[in-house]
């Protein structure tokens, strides 16, 4: 649960206890000058202009947990978007932050923007047919998701007339 950074001289503390000790696999995404982190149980990046870790809170919306109160254990970056996965009651669904706005998960702008976030669940994109165990940014046109039978590749915009389709 410790974040730290390596230097020449050795290990150096950002935060004890940042994250959730009992992860089996903690993610990250990169977006800017900050690392956001998956763990299922907190929102946390650290930032690396103040190397400091901070907890991530929405500027707008709701942040994305399942009924349980859990939280993402998958997330990458992709579009200018930072995108999550892997709520253990929700495990098909997918959640993404609006561009360029990694706190904004307003769903529901009024105006609607191809720009604004979007979930699986309120995009015509829909849920993955598979439970999500993997994201895979391969492009600014294609993220793959690794399921757990399958692996499916969302194609274009998922806000405008993005699509789902089955790989293998």
Known sequence: GTVARFTTKGVVTIAAAAL??????????????????AD??????????L?????????????PEDSQGNKPRLNASWRGRLVW???????????????DAPGDYNYTPVPS?????????????????????SLIPV???????GGDHTIYHLTGNPQGGGRMDLVT
Request: aromatic share 14%; proline share 2%.
């Open 85 to 99: 996965a892997g709520l253990r009651y929700d495990a098909r669904n997918w959640f993404m932050s609006a561009q």
């Open 20 to 37: 959730s000790p009992g992860a089996t696999v903690i993610w990250s995404a990169q977006l800017g000058d900050k690392l956001y982190f």
């Open 51 to 63: 190397d400091t870790v901070a907890t991530l809170t929405a500027s707008a919306g709701s942040l």
């Open 113 to 133: 923007l191809e720009t604004q976030a979007v979930s699986g669940n309120t995009s015509t994109t829909g849920l993955c047919p598979d439970i999500i165990t």
């Open 139 to 145: 492009d600014d046109d294609e993220m793959w998701f």
């Open 40 to 49: 299922g149980v907190h929102y946390k990046y650290y930032d690396g202009t």
